[in-house]
């Protein structure tokens, strides 16, 4: 089995979004991961509904995949980064982070994309965390709810920090929420969490609706290209593979725009070399119990 790879646009931010795109189609990605935001397909700029359109099509002609992504740090307030969230203090904060993750659900059903990933937020000093659990748990119902009436898969990540901190939080959640899947970031694993990356992959598997594989070094939360941090790659990827997953897997490296000439096909070289590895360390069963490196 052959996995999928995809390359977060928040990462190709100094390209235009039409140049980043043929330069993830021409290294060989499958896909991409569409950060709505300010750079690339802004959803306030006009006519989002002829230029998804549009951009459909091109995605079409480039052979590529699509999953939305919502991790925008300025888009909805210029000041704040990440703000507002689903567990914001202020009801109209929650109300237009709802109404944005619901215009990020019809932008990906006018992509067919594969999913929607989003996050929960940080809770704000001296909010109390029950009262942003019900928060959450209504924002995360209402926009799996719009999401069902257009045929789109909902995501949810948990991100170190956020009251969703780690796999064990989105259980909790889900539990709460039919239909939500797991957009599982195997870095963030090596922050927080009781679970390996390949373990979380294991343990998760039948979960899964979204994959990120970026580097991190362990207990920072820092996205490195691959190589550069603790990842144990041909496990994560052995341990895909093993699962079945054909689901698009991105890398976020948003702090690299800077070197996306060179990253974007090292990245992938790096990647397709770590299964090669782990397919020869697991032999012709294609089945392997310890990790490798």
Do not use: Q
């Amino acid at each position: 089995m052959r996995l999928r790879y995809a390359y977060n646009t928040n990462g190709l931010t100094s390209h235009r979004l039409d140049d980043a795109l043929a330069l993830l189609a021409d290294a060989g990605y499958d896909g991409v991961a569409l950060t709505l935001d300010v750079a690339h397909h802004d959803p306030y700029a006009p006519d989002l509904a002829g230029r998804t359109a549009r951009l459909a099509r091109r995605l079409d002609r480039l052979g590529l995949a699509s999953v939305v992504e919502t991790g925008a740090r300025f888009l909805l307030d210029a000041r704040r980064k990440h703000h507002p969230t689903l567990v914001s203090a202020d009801e109209a904060d929650r109300a237009r982070r709802r109404a944005f993750l619901r215009t990020c659900v019809d932008v990906a059903a006018g992509l067919g994309s594969e999913a929607v990933s989003f996050w929960a937020g940080v809770p704000e000093p001296g909010t109390d965390r029950d009262r942003c659990w019900g928060w959450l748990v209504d924002g995360v119902r209402d926009v799996v709810g719009h999401a069902a009436g257009r045929g789109v898969r909902c995501a949810f990540e948990p991100e170190p920090g956020m009251l969703v901190d780690d796999c064990d939080d989105w259980a909790r959640l889900a539990a709460e929420v039919p239909g939500l899947t797991l957009a599982l970031d195997t870095g963030h694993c090596l922050v927080s969490g009781r679970y390996s990356p390949a373990e979380a992959v294991r343990a998760f598997g039948p979960a899964l609706g979204a994959c990120a594989v970026e580097d991190m070094p362990r207990g920072r939360h820092e996205h490195r290209a691959p190589g550069e941090g603790d990842m144990d790659f041909p496990a994560v990827l052995g341990a895909l593979t093993g699962i079945g997953y054909t689901g698009l897997v991105s890398l976020e490296l948003s702090r690299d725009a800077h070197r996306a000439d060179t990253l974007v096909p090292a990245a992938l070289a790096a990647l397709r070399a770590a299964e090669r590895r782990y397919a020869d360390a697991a032999g012709p069963a294609g089945d392997l119990e310890v990790t490798v490196r």
